[in-house]
């Protein structure tokens, strides 16, 4: 596996139009790979592409997996921002997600990633959960800021249909909060870190001291990225592409020389659309100019426009058009209201 992301990493060196300015290791587990693994990937990328000076290199990692060592070793490779999935710090929690760690291994991989020189860490929350009290709440994001990490992301819990959770829920062994209680813990948690600092500069993403997920941003502000690996997806300006899911045939495909992905250019209404899903759920909300690139507003949506300015869900900027704190609460379903469908 390891030897075909290398060779479609090869293969696409001329999608990167500018130095690269991050580089992500994510969309599974990749805290699994061996030391030589990622050095491979990343000498293959230092080799075939222009990279920024001060590139952020993100790896996404399990508490699990983190010991001194591997730190030590990742730093070494040039690993100097890690995610850390710790998700909650109920054991409860912890068991039905199937993770593979304790919640005393959730505060333990922190510290070890300070002793070892890491300076930029993020972690995952999730709230919504079931049986998550608001004080369990409170006290999970106290823990996080106490172990001084710099970056949040938080997610509501999703139930997807089909898995276990979900049928749990329904045969009522299983309970999730009201939509009142999680409203609750997502008021708590903007205002608990907001309180200490961070800025809340996505929906679900908190920095501190200007420290934005590069990596990610780039999502958000439409700027071209290239996705390698199974399942990986890719974007420029009007063109979208994934690959495969299925690895055997991922790899089989690449030995071969075969078509190993799937793409799409996008109209202007996709385009249209995706701005304002995208552009809405950041503080630099959806830029005027880009707006008008794509025809302005109809006399519908600018009645739209105005009636959310009222109410205080958005706020116009010299620039651009921002949720206020209040709109990021409904970012989504704002953003619909602007999509086009025809």
Not at 142 to 155: C, F, M, P, Q
Not at 323 to 335: K, V, W
Request: proline share 2%; charged share 25%; hydrophobic share 35%.
């Amino acid at each position: 596996m390891i030897l075909s992301i290398a060779k479609e990493i090869k293969q696409r060196r001329g999608e990167a139009l500018n130095p690269l300015s991050s580089i992500y290791f994510g969309g599974g587990t990749p805290s699994l790979l061996t030391i030589e693994e990622t050095s491979l990937l990343l000498k293959t990328i230092e080799e075939h592409y222009q990279r920024n000076k001060n590139i952020e290199v993100t790896l996404e990692v399990n508490p699990e997996d983190i010991s001194k060592e591997k730190l030590k070793s990742w730093l070494n490779l040039g690993v100097n921002r890690l995610s850390i999935g710790l998700q909650s710090f109920k054991k409860e929690d912890l068991k039905w997600m199937n993770r593979g760690h304790t919640d005393k291994d959730a505060l333990s991989c922190v510290s070890f990633a300070w002793e070892v020189g890491f300076t930029n860490i993020s972690v995952d929350l999730m709230y919504g959960l079931p049986g998550l009290s608001q004080e369990e709440w409170k006290n999970h994001i106290d823990l996080v800021l106490d172990s001084g990490i710099t970056h949040i992301s938080a997610y509501c819990l999703t139930v997807e249909k089909g898995t276990l959770l979900s049928n749990e829920i329904k045969k009522g062994n299983i309970s999730v909060p009201e939509d009142d209680a999680i409203e609750s813990q997502y008021n708590t948690l903007t205002s608990q870190l907001k309180n200490s600092g961070f800025e809340q500069y996505e929906v679900s993403n908190f920095a501190y001291n200007k420290l934005y997920s590069q990596h990610n941003s780039s999502y958000w502000k439409g700027v071209n990225y290239i996705g390698v690996g199974p399942s990986a997806h890719s974007f420029k300006e009007g063109y979208r592409r994934w690959n495969i899911a299925n690895n055997p045939a991922y790899i089989r495909s690449l030995k071969m020389n075969c078509p190993y992905y799937e793409e799409e250019f996008l109209s202007q209404k996709d385009l249209w659309n995706e701005l304002f899903l995208t552009g809405f759920r950041t503080r630099w909300g959806v830029l005027k100019g880009k707006i008008s690139d794509l025809g302005g507003f109809t006399a519908e949506e600018a009645s739209l426009l105005e009636g959310y300015i009222k109410n205080h869900k958005i706020k116009e900027l010299k620039e651009a058009y921002v949720l206020t704190d209040n709109g990021f609460l409904f970012a989504d379903a704002i953003a619909q209201s602007f999509f086009r469908v025809q």
